[in-house]
């Protein structure tokens, strides 16, 4: 079986494209994005998916599990989530994580207060 | 997903139900071929008036779109979604309670070493998200349901659980003093209660600051290696609430000791911007140094999230300030003594 099952990765390596100071005096409430012509390569699959959306509280949380396949030749190492250009400004904290070694993840970050595991993904791109 | 909840309609009555809408994609946003998928929307309770029903011939399974069970509607099962397709639907639910949404907080440490204490001050920009009041506020509608207890959209009440240990703790706002708060210390958690000067209806706002000292001691610990400390402070400290809290934007600021330098930080919060600098206050000689994070778009369950900063902070800073306050002294009776011993009488001293 060469289904790659990590809810992982995905960096888009973004503050440091669009370095560029902006000169303005409000406050900055927005992170920086991607150039629009940015599309990732199709090297995944997604096998099953399901969202969830929780309304309990006065903020939406979704979560996504999804089981990914490497549909290429090689290993890959980024999985792109986009959001409309619209969304991403409201995404408060983002987390990835892989669902097989969970615990694994939450014991580190109390460790070492980073893992591996688990990035910040701030990449996004246009619905064609 | 903040500031994405919209109430309909959005005025209502002192005693109504407060209903809020909420659109998204059906298909989950993808950059890849997804094969099979299936979203899920869970709502508070199972009163949903409205939401979007798809045709059932893009539902795999040819059934009514979406399956409604109690609090949970399932859009899906959809086969083979290209890559970037959306299918946006909407769903409208009871939700009647406050949306709490801090447009700042402003979060200051300071750690003061002299004093063996933290002192945390908190100032909040609150907003209530939900629905404005069509009518004018009846303060006696309000008073005559307070007994009762109903579920209600304006914001009543804010229960700030602190770490065991915080004491001294104070809630102000513009005016002064709201003597409108409970603190219960405990050994679990010591538990401040505030209830705001009024009822904050949707689109109505409330600024407040709220502060409490604590024993650095169960926050601070000297490594072994040199003269470096630790100082583990969780990031936020915001209210509790079921309802849930967001933060549009949160600067936080750890003052630390006159003369601490190589400060070093790790949280697991994300963070956009940090920086360190000078904080100078009464009786400094250099300023304290001061590290400032900002982060946007938090909630409340980033509550729990450590903030760990280590510093150098060598024992001769420690004594600088005395130090350089009994010189002061010093320098000023040698100027009084100096400027005593002129002679500023006038006219020749008669010399005999």
Redesign the interface.
């Known amino acids: 079986m060469r289904s790659i099952s990590f809810l992982a990765g995905c960096v888009a390596a973004v503050s440091s494209f669009a370095s560029a100071e902006l000169n303005q005096s409000k406050p900055l409430l927005s992170k920086q994005l991607l150039p629009s012509t940015f599309s990732p390569p199709q090297v995944f699959k997604n096998n099953n998916l399901v969202k969830n959306i929780n309304l309990d509280k006065g903020y939406s949380r979704e979560t996504i599990n999804v089981i990914i396949e490497n549909i290429d030749a090689k290993p890959q190492s980024e999985y792109y989530l986009p959001f409309e250009t619209s969304l991403i400004s409201k995404i408060g904290g983002l987390e990835v994580r892989d669902k097989k070694a969970a615990e694994k993840g939450i014991f580190k970050i109390e460790v070492v207060g980073f893992d591996t595991e688990r990035s910040v993904v701030e990449s996004s791109w246009e619905a064609p | 997903?903040?500031?994405?909840?919209f109430p309909v309609p959005s005025q209502l009555a002192q005693t109504d139900k407060q209903y809020?809408q909420?659109t998204?994609s059906a298909y989950?946003?993808?950059?890849?071929?997804?094969?099979?998928?299936?979203?899920?929307?869970?709502?508070?309770n199972s009163d949903v008036p409205d939401y979007t029903s798809l045709p059932s011939e893009l539902n795999d399974e040819q059934k009514a779109d979406p399956q409604k069970q109690g609090a949970t509607l399932t859009y899906g099962l959809y086969n083979n979604v290209p890559?970037?397709?959306?299918q946006p639907v909407s769903?409208r639910?009871e939700?009647t309670?406050?949306?709490?949404?801090a447009t700042l907080l402003e979060r200051d440490v300071e750690v003061s070493h002299w004093g063996g204490n933290l002192a945390a001050e908190e100032r909040y920009w609150l907003v209530n998200?939900g629905a404005g009041l069509k009518n004018h506020f009846s303060r006696v509608e309000w008073q005559k349901q307070s007994y009762m207890n109903p579920p209600t959209f304006a914001l009543k009440g804010l229960n700030l659980p602190l770490h065991p240990g915080a004491v001294d703790p104070y809630f102000t706002d513009d005016i002064g003093n709201v003597s409108t708060s409970k603190f219960r210390p405990g050994k679990k958690e010591a538990l401040l209660e505030l209830k705001p000067r009024y009822p904050v209806f949707g689109t109505w706002k409330y600024s407040f600051r709220v502060g409490w000292n604590a024993d650095l001691s169960s926050y601070l610990r000297k490594l072994s290696a040199g003269e470096t400390y630790a100082l583990k402070v969780p990031f936020l400290e915001g209210p509790r609430a079921?309802?849930?809290?967001?933060y549009?934007?949160v600067n936080l600021r750890v003052i630390l000791p006159e003369g601490a330098t190589n400060v070093k930080f790790?949280?697991?919060?994300?963070i956009?911007d940090n920086s360190t600098s000078l904080h100078r206050t009464f009786m400094d000689t250099l300023g304290r140094t001061t590290l400032s994070l900002t982060a946007?778009?938090?909630?409340d369950?980033?509550r729990d999230r450590?903030l760990?900063v280590t510093y150098d902070y060598p024992w001769t800073a420690g004594y600088r300030k005395p130090v350089v306050i009994t010189l002061g002294i010093f320098a000023v009776f040698a100027a009084a003594w100096v400027m005593g011993s002129i002679d500023t009488s006038i006219g020749k001293n008669k010399r005999a």
């Open positions: 997903m903040l500031s994405a909840l809020l909420y998204f989950t946003a993808s950059a890849y071929l997804t094969e099979k998928q299936r979203t899920k929307v869970k709502t508070p890559a970037g397709a959306q769903v639910y939700f309670k406050p949306v709490t949404h998200q079921g309802e849930g809290i967001s549009g934007r790790s949280t697991d919060v994300p956009v946007i778009n938090l909630v369950e980033f450590d760990v």
